[in-house]
């Protein structure tokens, strides 16, 4: 699954209080094991009801039973028997004439609304199979399941606009099964360590696409109207990624090795398709042979729907993603940390790591999550260059450390949480993304990459925990892992180095580190030295809380490279002069080297000629978002800055092959509110680039107000993702009521996330107009958004929101009179009363 908002951890005050964390969540017992499962469905659009059928066929796991327990969450039982075929008791891919002929036998059962708990005719052994029938009716919109905030609801089917009535939002169906949603919709036995074929029939209005697991074997046309689609799995795959998704989608075909790979969109935006997903077979292709495993399934499709609850989720060969991706060409373009690339990276490499080979249980989410998160350094290492990987990886290092610090830290593989959704969290994802790449650097990549085929070879079509994946290694290695995956895998934190150099015995480099904290962590890490114009490694392991190394050198050296490979899970203070730094951006290869140079530079670029000397070559670093970080962070309001970097900020804003740079550069020129760049942020107004439009009429708007009102007034037709921000803030500046209907369209127009975006925009206009209809009309509008997202952290944000503009009403109240006072007073009390709503709504939840 790919995660979208950070699930909250406890606080460490109430994780203490919690009874919930004192429960050892262990892997579920097998009572039963699931085979083959068999669904005839039809749907209520306007009950939101689906009417089911459900052959499911079962063994016994190792001891005898005569009984079986569903999970089967908020359904109407119609009735349960068990199916005998002549000559034999299970049923797999039958016809309907074999079901016709099939005896039944009505079963004795209990149903509390959770689980339904029933008596078999007999007592099974663990070699004989036995098929039972259920008729029922799911009602996933009473169910009372609750979601969190990765995956925002847990009612495992989904209606969208079921009656039409939203003109601007397509009518759909579609599920998602993870955590243990999928019995909201089917019952099953719902849990990781269970695996069974599939055969899904679908009955849907002859309008509607249909898309399931596995292959499209038969469509059937019935005589009222609609048609039957049977998708059929033959490979056996966990129930919480069994999926279903009917509606009016376009399907743009594509293929990879003869099997087929299809993509669903909206029909609008058809045309974009192999913009947004083209990339997906080459990803096989590498994935396949980095793994030495090919892509096991029979086809693989991606669809993209309307008010997903996630980000997107691996349902075996037919991953959904949320609309967040689904974007045309130019907005694409602005996709500056290639967000749609990482998350198609990420589901697909789940249907080997989380599909083919899954987790046992939640406490080994990580063994699902942490491979399809670095999946994402994998494909971008290679697509896009080191450079491009490492960003990434940067980025998830520090959305994990920002994690552990504020909201506490975990084991990796945990058996003590409060909720199995707690384990969808930067944990789970980035730092156990970070923790594979620390492992590949120490066994070296010939040995990780065979240690993963043999950990898929070997627990194909299995479920597994953390020790399967160490035991591959070891077999591969020859070396003992154990402290490896004790400190990573079972224990929790991350080292904090102090690290100090002694470069005054001749002959000699001392580096001295030193681990703060209680915890000491067994690090293995290379240290480069430059000295003499030579670089020479050596590779260190750092047991003891402080330690000095000693390294020979022929001079005194100019840097030395601490985890030159820049791979540790670490906080760091290094003690070292600007002269070293320097040196390394010029020398050190990395990412994260020339990162580091470029801010420890910017912090003394006003102050240090060298430093500045070095911010301005870095605007012309290799790696674009070296690039645009180099030009954010420059002082232009110093003259010696500004004469050095105006030149080359001109150019790059002109030329720049990446429009993150483009806008960059463009909103640094924008900062010195000169008249001579206007016909250049002019010219920009025509960039085949969004962002790069917005952010030049931002820079217009600060030289002359009306010319930038009177050009948003012309572009707003064609306006998304970042110039909707910069007509927003020119409108903003304006403060005029006839604006807001742009912002109040915008936010109808827009979807998924982006409406959080949309409806901020809305709050900054509000904020700036005195109508009280329009400013309660805009209120409602953004509560029912907020409302509608159901996730604490959007609601907490807009709430923080909406008290300063309250304030600002009621400051303005103070010095008005009459009719106005009263109106703002009003406007103040409303918007009060709307954020102590949503407070309301989160406490609810």
Known sequence: MGLTMQASAQSTAQEKEDPELKIYRAT???????????????????????????????????????????????????????????????????????????????????????????????????????????EYTAKPDEAKVQGSAAITEAKGLYFINPDGADPKKPIQIWTQGETESSSVWFPTIDRTNQKTTSEISMTVEKKYVTLSNGKLVSQKPNADGTRTDTWRMELPHAPYLFMMAVGDFAIVKDSWRGKEVNYYLEKAYAPHAKAIFGNTPEMMTFFSKLLGYDYPWVKYSQIIVRDYVSGAME???????????????????????????????????????????????????????????????????????????????????????????????????????????????????????????????????????????????????????????????????GQDLNWFFNQWYYGEGYPTLDISYDYSEAGKAKVIVEQKGEKVFD?????????????????????????????????????????????LILKKTDRRDLNTYVFQYKNAPNYLDRREAIEACSKQ???????????????????????????????????????????????????????????????????????????????????????????ALNAIAELDTKKAYQLAK??????????????????????????????????QESTGQEKIGAAILYLNILATVDDTPTITKGIDEVVDVVTGFNNSWVNNYIVNLLGPIAKKKQEKAATASGDLRNALNSQADYILKAANKIKENSKEE
Request: charged letters at 25%.
């Open 28 to 134: 579920s017992t097998k009572i039963n094991d699931l085979i083959h499962t068999k669904l005839d469905v039809r749907f209520d659009y306007a009950k939101r009801y689906l009417y089911g059928k459900a052959w499911i066929s079962l063994k016994p796991h190792f001891y005898p039973t005569d009984s079986l327990t569903l999970d089967a969450k908020g359904m109407d039982v119609k009735s349960i028997s068990l199916v005998q075929t002549s000559g034999s008791s299970t049923i797999k891919f039958p016809s309907e004439a074999m079901l016709k002929a099939a005896r039944s036998t009505p079963l004795k059962y209990e149903y509390d609304g959770s689980e339904i708990r029933l008596k078999l005719n007999k007592t099974y052994k663990n070699n004989e199979s036995y098929t039972i029938y259920i």
């Open 315 to 477: 349902n075996t060969t037919a991953t959904i993603h949320g609309d967040f991706l689904q974007k045309t060409d130019r907005e694409l373009l602005d996709d500056d940390d290639r967000l749609g690339e990482s998350v198609i990276a990420h589901e697909l490499f789940h249907h080997w790591f989380g599909d083919l080979v899954t987790a046992e249980s939640w406490s080994n989410l990580t063994m699902n999550e942490s491979f399809a998160d670095y999946s994402e350094y994998l494909w971008f290492e290679h697509k896009f260059g080191k450079d491009a990987a490492d960003e990434h990886s940067y980025s998830a290092m520090n959305n994990y450390l920002e994690s552990a610090e504020y909201q506490g830290d975990h084991h990796l593989v945990r058996f003590h949480y409060h909720s199995r959704e707690d384990m969808f969290d930067a944990i789970s994802y980035q730092k156990g993304g970070r923790i594979l790449h620390m492992l590949r650097t120490f066994v070296g990549d010939d040995a990780f990459f065979k240690g993963l085929n043999l950990y898929l070879r070997e627990n194909a079509f299995k479920a597994t925990e953390a020790h399967q994946l160490r035991l591959a290694m070891e077999e591969v290695t």
């Open 523 to 567: 690090l293995p890490f290379a240290i480069d030295v430059y000295a003499g114009g030579k670089k020479e490694r050596h590779n260190v392991r750092l047991t003891e809380k402080k330690a000095t190394f000693t390294l020979p050198v022929s001079a005194k050296p100019d840097f030395v490279n601490v985890d030159a490979e820049k791979v």
């Open 605 to 695: 670029q006003t102050s240090n000629p060298a430093a500045r000397a070095t911010l301005i070559a870095s605007l012309n670093d290799k790696y674009e978002g070296l690039r645009a970080l180099a030009i954010s962070s420059l002082k232009i309001e110093n003259s010696e800055i500004k004469t050095a970097a105006l030149p080359v900020l001109t150019e790059l804003a002109k030329n720049d092959k990446f429009s993150p740079v483009r806008a960059a550069a463009l909103k640094q020129l924008g900062r010195l509110k000169d008249p001579k760049y206007l016909p250049l942020f002019e010219s920009a107004l025509k960039d085949v680039s969004y962002m790069v439009e917005g952010t």
């Open 714 to 747: 012309t572009m707003e037709k064609d306006a998304k993702g970042l110039l909707n921000s910069g007509i927003a803030n020119v409108y903003a500046k304006n403060g005029d009521v006839s604006d807001v209907p742009f912002f109040s369209a915008k936010l």
